[in-house]
């Protein structure tokens, strides 16, 4: 049995030089994707930025490369037992391309929540190749369907992101941006969930190109990396956002965690909000339907302090996102610009009320994006909650001086208030 990919003695970390032979390994079974220039980002930071765009990947994102990787170098014995792996996304549909590409046979344990478009997307990527286990309700509960496979069949444990074949294999992206650009770009920004995507483009280019500064960017909901690096080693961080669900990780790895602390990149964490608001702006400029993962790296742009007339390569990791997750998206990004406010409103029982709140209270650019009655507390009042979007976010202030103003009792509920959970 094996539960940390193919065999191997060594305990040294990843090399360049294995990247190199990663990339060899992998031609022809992942897409060389394309760096697009975009326009509307190098005008934000005033650089020149490009997307490295790993979501026109035939599965829609990196995870295939290394996948691939570590599969391609399992021995005869480790083929025949096949290999086994759980998640409830892309490192799923990498690894079934990978063995349907590469010929070996998976077993994919998938949370019982994972979308059923999901489920099918995995199986028809697999084909006959791959054989899919709900394995829990949750991911833990998967993850130890799979360890519990693998100790009994001997099949290979194919990790998300803490192997070294793994993090060679997705190092491979940082070798194609050196050779794609004319000169090396002065900044490569990478997202960072467990942290091989990270790991692999350090390792290359700490050999290769030394003098190129390297960012990784969390989601501020989950930023296991910097708490690792803040506790001298990985540790599970006790709640995690896992809105940006392709880098919600509670604890990052120890392989990656070893070659992040070697090579000491600046790490940054943004908050899901603005991740949102990259989404959408990725999606209504550039046509780029990217997952909350994928606009990781290009939402943190303009906080890097990025210096005028310099080359700036962002990774854009994935494009599997739901499109019935916009919603959510569009009211994440309000929030976070402070266009989207929620009130609840006492409104006295008595005619012609809410016309005076429309006309004393609103302002010209204001819209109630939501109004419902919470209860009627008794015959004189009943509170509503009401939901307000402003044209700008210079707006709240004149429309809480006129909510102050108000015969009408009028209270905030605050972003942080236990009672905004169940409205977001």
């Given amino acids: 049995m094996s539960d940390a990919g193919p065999r191997s003695t060594a305990e040294d970390l990843p090399t360049a030089a294995d990247v190199d032979a990663a990339a060899e390994r992998l031609r022809g079974r992942v ?19 490009w997307l490295k765009r790993e979501d026109q990947q035939p599965v829609r994102s990196y995870k295939g490369r290394g996948a691939a990787n570590l599969i391609a170098q399992l021995d005869s014995e480790q083929i025949w037992a096949g290999v086994v792996c759980a998640s409830a996304g892309n490192h799923a549909q990498g690894v079934a391309h990978a063995c349907a590409s590469l010929g070996v046979n998976a077993r994919i344990y998938l949370p019982g929540n994972t979308p059923r478009q999901k489920r099918e997307r995995v199986a028809a990527i697999g084909g006959d190749w791959v054989e899919t286990i709900v394995g829990g309700q949750t991911y833990d509960e998967a993850w130890a369907g799979a360890v519990q496979d693998a100790g009994r069949t001997g099949a290979t444990l194919v990790p998300a992101f803490d192997h070294p074949h793994t993090i060679a294999g997705q190092g491979t992206i940082a070798r194609e941006i050196m050779e794609d650009m004319p000169t090396p770009p002065d900044v490569v920004v990478v997202p960072v969930g467990g942290g091989g995507l990270l790991a692999g483009c350090l390792t290359w280019l700490g050999e290769r190109h030394p ?7 969390e989601p501020a909901g989950a930023a296991s990396m910097i708490r690792a690096t803040w506790n001298g080693g990985p540790v ?7 809105f940006v669900d392709g880098a919600a990780v509670q604890r990052v790895g120890e392989w990656t965690y070893r070659v992040v602390a070697e090579h000491s990149p600046e790490l940054v964490a943004v908050a899901e909000g603005r991740v949102c608001t990259e989404m959408i702006a990725l999606y209504q400029t550039e ?28 990774v854009l990791s994935g494009g599997n996102n739901d499109v019935l997750r916009y919603p959510e998206v569009m009211e994440r990004s309000l929030i976070h610009e402070g266009r989207k406010h929620y009130f609840l409103v006492d409104f006295p029982q008595e005619p012609g009320m809410l016309r005076q709140f429309l006309d004393q209270v609103l302002g010209p650019d204001d819209d109630i994006a939501l109004f419902e009655y919470v209860k009627r507390n008794n015959r004189e009042t009943g509170p509503a909650l009401v939901g307000i979007e402003l044209g700008s976010r210079q707006d709240l202030q004149p429309l809480l001086e006129r909510m102050a103003a108000s015969s009408i009792d009028i209270e905030p509920i605050p972003h942080d208030s236990p009672l905004f959970r169940f409205i977001l």
């Fill in 236 to 242: 599970a961080l006790e709640t995690i956002d896992r």
């Fill in 287 to 314: 046509g780029i339907i990217a997952e909350p993962a994928g606009a990781l790296a290009s939402s943190a742009l303009d906080a890097l302090g990025i210096e005028p007339g310099q080359t700036v390569v962002a």
């Fill in 211 to 217: 003098g190129v500064r390297v960012v990784g960017v």
């Fill in 31 to 49: 897409a060389r994707t394309p760096l697009t220039h975009s326009a509307r980002l190098s005008e934000v930071v005033g650089a020149q930025v």
